[in-house]
């Protein structure tokens, strides 16, 4: 299978490479950086459409994970209801990205969407919300953006739907929960990584915080890849989405039993099972 994935050299496009590359996919990566993985390398901005059309040519799917963040904490900040340059610049991939695969008649697109798209049940709710307290956001929980990020997330399956009732393109948006890079693919990653970054000590109050939210968020690099080749692998869905964790105990993003009936999503990893940080590598 061919599959093109844009933003490939980010975190969620690394899991997917490392944990699918010797599964029979022949993998595009387009990021506006070369991408040294398991795929040809394309350098080129989403925001240009005649710049990224020719990688469309001749693939199966496209796996969309390109975006620029409004900074790095989606904090209220970014909650303003007025326009931005970022979100005009992730508006504008999107729709370049769903235009280019309808044109070069791909099968299906899988957005990288994310729990942000329905954030403000945790925001209304936080910190209750990490503490198994019976707060669920289900399979049919209606968009609740908490940001702007958010809000391009709400787009992007919206539009998604629409490219797939208009035009035929089987559409799957993953809203993803909280998938690190390797040293922090762990429930305890934030937490210490905030350690790592001087804003807190192991232990202290802030830490336990983000231990409790991750938790309930975290997807393993294992698990999200494992969620790609569910939809890869699918010939049902007309367009749907499907939430990003892992089989967390505490998971207030929940459509665990739905996903798993659909398209066959059966993550192996739990947060609850782990209850300390892992030893550090010798090489870290």
């Known amino acids: 299978m061919d599959v093109l994935v844009t933003g490939a050299g980010g975190r969620v496009g690394t899991a997917i490479t490392d944990h699918l590359s010797d599964d029979g996919y022949d993998f595009t990566l387009l990021d506006v950086t070369e991408v040294d993985g398991p795929g040809e390398s394309v350098v080129a901005d989403v925001r240009d459409y005649e710049a990224i059309r020719p990688s469309f040519e001749g693939q199966d799917a496209v796996v969309h994970l390109a975006l620029i963040r409004e900074g790095d904490e989606f904090g209220a900040d970014s909650r303003g209801v007025g326009w931005s340059a970022d979100l005009r610049s992730n508006l504008e991939g999107i729709n370049n990205v769903y235009e280019a695969a309808i044109d070069a008649g791909v099968e299906s697109v899988l957005f990288a969407s994310s729990n942000h798209a329905v954030g403000m049940v945790e925001v209304r709710n936080s910190p209750a919300v990490y503490h198994d307290e019976g707060i669920v956001a289900g399979h049919d929980e209606p968009h609740r953006p908490d940001s702007r990020y958010g809000l391009s997330k709400s787009y992007g399956e919206d539009l998604g739907r629409l490219a797939a009732e208009a035009h035929g393109i089987r559409f799957y948006g993953l809203r993803i929960g909280a998938v690190r890079a390797p040293r922090y693919d762990h429930p305890y990653g934030d937490a210490e990584r905030g350690v790592d970054a001087g804003r807190w000590e192991r232990g202290s109050d802030a830490y336990e ?72 590598s010798e090489s870290e």
Request: with cysteine; charged share 35%.
């Open 209 to 280: 915080e983000q231990v409790a939210r991750m938790k309930g968020l975290w997807q393993s690099r294992r698990d999200l890849a494992h969620l790609v080749e569910c939809c890869l692998q699918d010939d049902t869905v007309e367009w749907d989405h499907f939430y990003g964790v892992s089989a967390n105990d505490r998971r207030w993003l929940d459509d665990l039993q739905y996903a798993r009936e659909t398209i066959g999503y059966d993550p192996r990893d739990d947060g609850e099972e782990w209850s300390e940080p892992p030893e550090p």
